[in-house]
Structures are given as structure tokens and as C-alpha cells.
């Protein structure tokens, strides 16, 4: 079959050096290919140099052929006008700053059709992404994340594009609605043969999604193949660990593997492996020479010069281990609470109860919406609810005793103070003198230094340790975590939990978890709460929850996570 897309020596530079080297990339009509890696791979910056998107004063060089039609990436008068939207169109993670919040959602889906019959082609559009002909008149705001994924998904196909590239469409996302959003694309692409560029850093959800994937490391691509040959049987080591450090769903392991160190920047590891100074089989062969990406079985190629012992670089499954029981005194109460927010259809908090022992770990779970995020804001009081009792130790909660781990670490963190500053204010609140500060970060794993950086200079995973060390800071007894990791690659969500693990072991510290992602509600907690439209419809040890779910909603949630992660 004849390309739909095919890139021939991709390269992305910028001032500071190269940043994607040579990628070779081709794509059927109705092929989906996953490109998979950690932050700093390149993922990003290869699909923006495919939509000539890249930021001012990084440049692609290399060949493009699109249907049949030939453009250099380097010509200063490639057509991107033309080829995007109407060839290739760009899905990105998050709907709700790709879509104009001032614009009603049939206006932005609209802008890519003619005026003649174009409300009647809205219509036509949101019915094929599964929403109402209403949803046209409102604007992004009133949408949930799902919705609004489905509204961008409407533009996106709105000119009718022969290729689009979604990168990380669904990391934002509920179990339940990234399977219906991931459903909705794949019959899409059914319907209009239409090719899909997947990048996403869960490479399980790629091989459960994808017909190839690409995995690619420090702007390098280091291994491609069938999605079941290279999820099976991987052939270059960063796969294996990439793919060792996603969270079973089915049983808790003692620890997360994990990938020491972190993705070097592209022209620091010129002339030699990049993946090296991570990696457990690395020879002096491999720190003299760039490996080249070779063949090592039908279809399938990997970027190392020792492929064949790839399978010794992931220990064997560590045993599972039961969920330690806390004592049997609760610390946090939670009794009736209620809450409802002006305007909406029904109430966010329905007369939820819930118990945390001193010690103990327990989960929140649930699609967006069903109310856990408002009973964690409840709980440390940045809401108030209209009716129910929060009580610590059998008192009302303390503002220093229960402290709240935001989703976004970079959104949480004023971005004009130092790390040192941050957390010396946080001490201050407490009567705490500034000198704790270095004992703080090595309590979270950063080095004294970091006291000097701005969140701006530190990674997704730093900035959360950082987090972490200012919600430690007044001596909090209870943390209670918003989403912490779901915003971060996988190895570095398991280095998180890992410390997480440590802090409540080392500390005493009791943990409320509030997550969409049943593998990672597993590994934290020792009991769960499932919550839907406000109330808790199932509750137990997380085994017992997770293993042998009693009631429907629970069953539809497990369901949907992705079968690569059901079963090991």
C-alpha cells in the first residue's frame, strides 16, 4: 500500500544543538503508529516539525511526503497553511487551552468549513464524536475534559485531514473516558481510513492502541516494530525499563522498578549512546560509538549493540506483598458530607463518609466528576461544605496538621521564588527556622543546591519532590495527594510513589490519594473508596476492591483500563 505519510531524515535543531536526529517515518492510510518515550525524548518537537509548529528559532530539515506530494521541512515556503487541517491535523493533550475559551465550540469547530450549510456540518460533526447538536452553543468551560477532548477531536476532522497526530490526547483523562475518547478515534479512523501519529509516554496504552511504535530517547529513535513484538519481546534496554516501571493493576509490588538518572539533552551525548549512563548492560563499546539502528527480526529494529541480552536488564517480578494494615482508630473522620456548586445538574458530595487511620494509605478513585477532588478540598478546607463534619484525631482539622499535594506541581510553586525560599516560607508559617531547608530536600531525595533553582530549572518529577517537601514542612500528619503523578512519565510517576512509600514508612505519615488510575490507587493505598456522582458506591482493601469488584460502576471502571496492564 502506497504511503499516506512518509518522513525521511527528520532533524530539529536550535542554538543550543541538535534536539531530533535523522527519524524515518511511515504511515498507512488507517495505520496507527505510537511514538513512545519519556519528557525530552522528542516526541513532541518530531510532531511539531511534521505540522511545521516548532517554537521561534528551532528549526526541522528533511523530506515530507504527504499523499504523494513531496515538501522539504527546510524551504522557508513550505505550504503549512494548506497542509495543516486540511492534510494533517494536531490533537493535543490538554482541550482546554487548544480550544479559544471567548469562542462557542460550533464556532471553532466551524472555522474549518465553508459557510454554506455550515451549522448543518457542525451538527454533522458532533454527532460523529458522539455529543449533542447543543453542544454547539456552549463554550469550552461548560464542557467536562471529555467533552471537551471530543469537541477538539470535531475540529480537528472538521476539513477532513488524511493524518492526524494526537500527542498525549488522553493523559488528563478518567480511565473510563480515555477508553471512550481512545474508541471514538479508532472508529473514526475505520470510517475515514484516516492515519494516526499516537505519542504517548504509557507505552503500555501504545501497545494496547497502536499497530507499530516508535520509541525514541534523547532525540533519538532507539526502537520500532510491531506494537506486540516490541512490548513483548523489546530489543533495546530503555524499552524494557520504560515498560518494567508501569504499575500492575492486579497485584502491589514491594516496589516500583525504576530508570536512575533522567533523558539527557540531545547534543550532550553525541558520538555515543545516549542511553548508557542509565543502563545496566552498557560497554565501552557503546560510549565510543553512536549504535545504529539495525534490524533484529522481521520489521523490527533496535539502536544496541547487545539486543540479544536486553531480557537481563528487568529483575523478575518482585512477589506481590498484602497492604499494610493500619490501626484500627481513625485520624481523619469524614461524616455526611455534603456539597453542591450553584448551577449544576446535581451535587458534587452526597453524603460521603470516610475513615483514615493514623498510618494508613487510602485511595479515592473515580471518573472526573464523581466528587473526589471536592472532598479533598473539603477535607483541608480550600472548600467549604454545605453540610457533614471534617474531624482530625476527633477535633476539626488543623491548617499545618493536613497539608494538600497538587496535581500540577509547576501551577502549585510561585514561580518567581527560589526552592529554598518556597520552603522557607513554608517553615516560617510553622515557626520553623530557615536552616531546615537543606534537611527538607534531602528528605525528598534533591540535593542541597536545588535551594537555589527556580521551578522553571527543574523537571516534572523535581518539581513534585519540591512539592512534597513544602506540604512536609509545617510537620504534616496527613497528606492528602490531588493527582500527584498523573501528569508524569511513567518511570518518573514510580519514583514518586516510591518516595511516597518511603515518607509514610520512614515518617508515620498517613496518605489521602486521590486518583483516576486503578494501577496506581494498587501500589499506594491499603484500602479504597470508588466514588460516582457524589457518593461512595464500593469500599474495602484495595485487593479485595480491585481483585473482585462488587458492584457495577467498580466492574466498568476496571473494564476500561487498558489489557495490557490487567493481566502480567
Known amino acids: 500500500m502506497s504511503p499516506l505519510l512518509h518522513a525521511r531524515d527528520v532533524r530539529v535543531t536550535s542554538a543550543a544543538g541538535v534536539l531530533v536526529t535523522g527519524i524515518d517515518l511511515r504511515l498507512a492510510p488507517g495505520e496507527t503508529v505510537a511514538i513512545v518515550g519519556e519528557s525530552g525524548s522528542g516526541k513532541s518537537m518530531t510532531a511539531r516539525a511534521l505540522t511545521g509548529l516548532l517554537p521561534e528559532g528551532v528549526h526541522a530539515t528533511g523530506r515530507l511526503e ?36 471567548g469562542h462557542r465550540c460550533g464556532e471553532q469547530i466551524g472555522w474549518a468549513l465553508p459557510r454554506a450549510g455550515r451549522a448543518a456540518g457542525v451538527a454533522r460533526l458532533l454527532a460523529e464524536v458522539g455529543l449533542p447538536a447543543e453542544v454547539a452553543e456552549r463554550y469550552p468551560f461548560q464542557l467536562s475534559g471529555g467533552m471537551r477532548q471530543r469537541v477538539a477531536i470535531a475540529a480537528a476532522l472538521a476539513a477532513g485531514p488524511g493524518l492526524l497526530i494526537a500527542d498525549e490526547p488522553t493523559t488528563a483523562l478518567d480511565v473510563t473516558t480515555q477508553h471512550e475518547v481512545l474508541e471514538l478515534v479508532a472508529g473514526l479512523q475505520r470510517a475515514r481510513r484516516t492515519g494516526l501519529i499516537l505519542i504517548t509516554h504509557d507505552l503500555r496504552l501504545a ?143 452526597d453524603g460521603v463518609d470516610l475513615e483514615v487511620a493514623a498510618g494508613e494509605a487510602v485511595a479515592v478513585v473515580g471518573e472526573s466528576g464523581s466528587g473526589k477532588t471536592t472532598l479533598a478540598r473539603c477535607v483541608v478546607g480550600l472548600e467549604r461544605a454545605d453540610g457533614g463534619s471534617v474531624e482530625f484525631g476527633g477535633r476539626a482539622t488543623g491548617p499545618r496538621r493536613v497539608q494538600y499535594v497538587f496535581q500540577d506541581p509547576y501551577s502549585a510553586l510561585n514561580p518567581g521564588l527560589t526552592v ?29 543546591a536545588y535551594a537555589r533553582r527556580r521551578p522553571r530549572a527543574l523537571s516534572g518529577g523535581e518539581r513534585q519532590r519540591v512539592a512534597i ?12 495527594c490531588d493527582e500527584p503523578v498523573s501528569a508524569l512519565d511513567v518511570s518518573v510517576q514510580a519514583q ?65 483500563v487498558p489489557a495490557a496492564t490487567r493481566a502480567e
Open 66 to 101: 504527504l499523499s504523494g506530494q513531496a515538501y522539504d521541512l527546510a524551504a522557508a515556503r513550505t505550504p503549512w497553511q494548506r497542509i495543516r487541517g486540511s492534510q494533517i491535523a494536531l490533537l493535543l493533550q490538554d482541550p482546554f487551552t487548544s480550544l479559544s475559551p
Open 207 to 349: 501497545r494496547a492502541r497502536a499497530d507499530r511504535i516508535m520509541v525514541m530517547y534523547a532525540g533519538r529513535l532507539v526502537e520500532e516494530g510491531p506494537a506486540a513484538e516490541v512490548m513483548d519481546r523489546p530489543a533495546h534496554p530503555y524499552t524494557a525499563r520504560l515498560a518494567a516501571c508501569d504499575p500492575p493493576v492486579t497485584h502491589r509490588l514491594p516496589a516500583l522498578p525504576t530508570i536512575p538518572g533522567s533523558v539527557p539533552r540531545p547534543y550532550a551525548v553525541s558520538g555515543a549512546c545516549a542511553f548508557a549512563d542509565r543502563c545496566d548492560l552498557a560497554i565501552e563499546a557503546c560510549r565510543t560509538a553512536e549504535p545504529a539502528l539495525a534490524e533484529v527480526a522481521h520489521g523490527h529494529a533496535a539502536a544496541c549493540v547487545r539486543p540479544s541480552d536486553v531480557r537481563q536488564v528487568v529483575a523478575p517480578s518482585a512477589a506481590a506483598v498484602p497492604p499494610v494494615a493500619g490501626p484500627s482508630s481513625a485520624l481523619l473522620t469524614v461524616r455526611g458530607l455534603t456539597k453542591r456548586f450553584p448551577g449544576s445538574a446535581g451535587p458534587a458530595l
Open 420 to 448: 529554598g525560599a518556597s520552603l522557607a516560607e513554608a517553615l516560617r508559617a510553622a515557626g520553623r527556622p530557615r536552616s531546615e531547608v537543606p534537611g527538607l530536600l534531602d528528605l525528598v531525595g534533591l540535593p542541597a
Open 469 to 480: 517537601a513544602r506540604a512536609l514542612a509545617p510537620g504534616a500528619e496527613v497528606l492528602v
Open 496 to 560: 514518586v510513589l516510591n518516595l511516597l512509600s518511603d515518607l509514610r514508612r520512614d515518617l508515620g505519615l498517613t496518605l489521602l490519594f486521590i486518583t483516576h488510575d486503578l494501577a496506581v490507587a494498587r501500589q499506594v493505598a491499603d484500602r479504597v473508596y470508588v466514588m460516582h456522582r457524589g457518593r461512595v458506591v464500593e469500599t474495602g482493601p484495595v485487593g479485595d476492591v480491585l481483585g473482585a469488584p462488587t458492584h457495577e460502576y467498580t466492574q466498568r471502571l476496571l473494564a476500561s
